[in-house]
C-alpha cells in the first residue's frame, strides 16, 4: 500500500543510518529504540563501522518499515538522543 506522505509502499526494506561518537552505549541505545519499534527481530539487520581514528562509529540497521508513522517514530526517537549526531 502507498503511504500519501511518501513514494515509498509499505511495507518495505528500508536502510538507516545513525552516527555518534563510538561508544558502547550509541549502539546499544539505538537497539534499543529500533526493538521498541519493530519487537520482529528477524526484520532488523544491524552493521557497524568504526572511523579511521576510531572517533566515530556509523551504524546502518536495515529493517522492514511498515509505515511513515513508524520511520517518523524511529527517526524522532533517534535524533532525540544526545548520543546520536546525524541520522540519514
Do not use: W
Not at 53 to 61: E, N, Q, V, W
Amino acid at each position: 500500500m502507498k503511504d500519501r506522505e511518501t513514494l515509498l509502499e509499505f511495507p518495505c526494506t528500508y536502510p538507516l543510518k545513525v552516527m555518534g561518537r563510538n561508544t558502547e552505549e550509541i549502539e546499544a541505545m539505538a537497539r534499543s529504540i529500533i526493538e521498541k519499534q519493530i519487537p520482529q527481530a528477524r526484520e532488523v539487520c544491524y552493521s557497524s563501522r568504526v572511523s579511521s581514528g576510531d572517533k566515530y562509529l556509523s551504524i546502518t540497521i536495515t529493517l522492514v518499515a511498515h509505515s511513515h508513522d513508524q520511520l517518523k517514530a524511529i527517526y524522532s526517537e533517534l535524533s532525540s538522543s544526545n548520543l546520536v549526531l546525524v541520522t540519514l
